[in-house]
């Protein structure tokens, strides 16, 4: 990590993690301006790869989140996982559209009656 302003990102990055990714919420926590994270996310590949990693443990606890309502028996939470992570096996939802253009055609138009 570069060695600018080490205590502060570090303090930056508990933050994040303790709000779960919210730059917002982590900026207030660390006594940062939230553009000063972004800078340091442009110039700083270490502090960016840290953060990216921080992203990755919020989806592990979000996803752990998810497995909770299933095995509680939520519905809307076990479609939801059948629907992005069950696709291979059908369960997609999928709109129908059917352009029945002959009702909408002039009758000069319609080539399929031979009247």
Request: aromatic share 8%.
């Amino acid at each position: 990590m570069n060695h600018q302003n080490p205590t502060l990102k570090k303090a930056m990055l508990k933050a994040l993690e303790q709000s779960l990714g919210i730059v917002t919420t982590a900026a207030k926590i660390a006594g940062i301006n939230r553009c000063t994270h972004y800078d340091w996310m442009d110039k700083d590949e270490e502090y960016k790869k840290e953060v990216e990693a921080i992203g990755e443990l919020v989806i592990d606890f979000a996803e752990s989140q998810l497995h909770k309502q299933i095995k509680e028996g939520s519905g809307a939470a076990t479609i939801f996982y059948l629907k992005t992570k069950g696709k291979k096996r059908g369960y997609i939802e999928a709109q129908e559209i059917n352009f029945n253009t002959k009702k909408n055609l002039p009758e000069w138009m319609d080539e399929g009656d031979e009247s």
